[in-house]
């Protein structure tokens, strides 16, 4: 399965980024997609959701900075990430909601993307 997130980077606080992840046709266009983090010593965490309808739900620690959204034609899901701070500091990994779980019963995880908050 494919899961290629893009658009990390540094940034100080304050400042925007938007990630991007391309998924895999098969499994884009039947599940609801969501953002995901892990930041370093941290367990991973859900921050946003997008069901295939586009409904949308937020982590409380991002709600009103961060807008998830998703473009079915091009099997892609953004994470427009605004008002960064730095305890945002994570790798952002994208997935279907619920994990995509493989056939050996193992959740499936694209690469990730670096994003880096300075203050």
């Known amino acids: 399965v494919q899961l290629q997130a893009s658009g990390g980077g540094l940034v100080q606080a304050g400042g925007s980024l938007r990630l991007s992840c391309v998924a895999s046709g098969s499994i884009f266009g039947i599940n609801d997609m969501a953002w995901y983090r892990q930041a370093p010593g941290e367990q991973r965490e859900l921050v946003a959701t997008?069901?295939?309808?586009?409904?949308?739900n937020y982590a409380a620690s991002v709600k009103g900075r961060f807008a998830i959204s998703r473009d079915n034609a091009k099997n892609t899901v953004y994470l427009q990430m605004n008002s960064l701070r730095p305890e945002d500091t994570a790798v952002y990994f994208c997935n279907t909601n619920p994990p995509y779980l493989g056939d050996f019963g193992v959740h499936e995880w694209g690469q990730g993307t670096q994003v880096t908050v300075s203050s």
């Open positions: 997008v069901t295939i309808g586009g409904s949308t």
